[in-house]
């Protein structure tokens, strides 16, 4: 219940009417990402892969943003039970949240709905909830903004048959573009 009422105020916040300079923003977002799944028994697995993120976000106030997109995340186990075997974790997740923009840094947080594949069992993943968070640097100005950051994610990597859950850090570059304002 909880969660409904997160998504229902994001949601109410994108589509508020704004002042003039409200901003719609689309973002692309790549980068190399390493992590762990609980499953494998191993800490942090230095196998990167390259995630990417698909966004767009809605300017609520001067420093605030809400966003939504699609998040694909995938990282590599090698270690622990993984040894000797070649195994991805891939999550693809829809996302909500907001961020905060003071000038040159900017902090996303968010949630995550989606499904999360670990390994070769041959089940299918459960879809879960999950969590984002990321922090970066706004560089440039005008229409075109160039947006380094690092983000950290908790996914739930559920099958019929398994509890499992797994962490990840992206370092990645991101490139946005105002694509319209606010209306009077």
């Known amino acids: 219940m909880r969660m409904r009422a997160i998504l229902a ?14 901003q719609f ?43 939504g997109g699609f998040f694909r995340t995938a990282f590599g186990c090698e270690e622990g039970f993984c040894t000797g075997k070649d195994i991805t974790v891939v999550g693809n997740h829809g996302a909500l949240g907001a961020e905060w923009t003071g000038g040159l840094p900017w902090v996303r947080l968010g949630v995550l709905f989606g499904t999360t594949r670990a390994g070769t069992e041959g089940e299918a993943p459960e879809a879960g909830a999950g969590v984002h968070a990321a922090a970066g640097l706004n560089v440039g100005g005008g229409s ?3 947006l380094p950051g690092v983000s950290y994610r908790w996914l739930s990597a559920n099958t019929p048959s398994s509890s499992d859950q797994a962490v990840a850090l992206t370092l990645d ?10 209306g009077p």
């Open 173 to 182: 570059l991101g490139f946005g573009i105002v694509i319209g304002g606010g």
């Open 9 to 22: 105020a994001l949601a109410a916040l994108a589509v508020m009417h704004g002042s003039a300079a409200a």
């Open 144 to 146: 075109l903004r160039f």
């Open 25 to 67: 923003q689309a973002e692309v977002r790549g980068g190399l990402t390493v992590g762990s799944i609980e499953g494998s028994a191993a800490a942090l697995d230095i196998a990167p892969l390259l995630s990417y993120d698909v966004i767009v976000k809605r300017q609520v106030m001067p420093s605030v943003a809400v966003f």
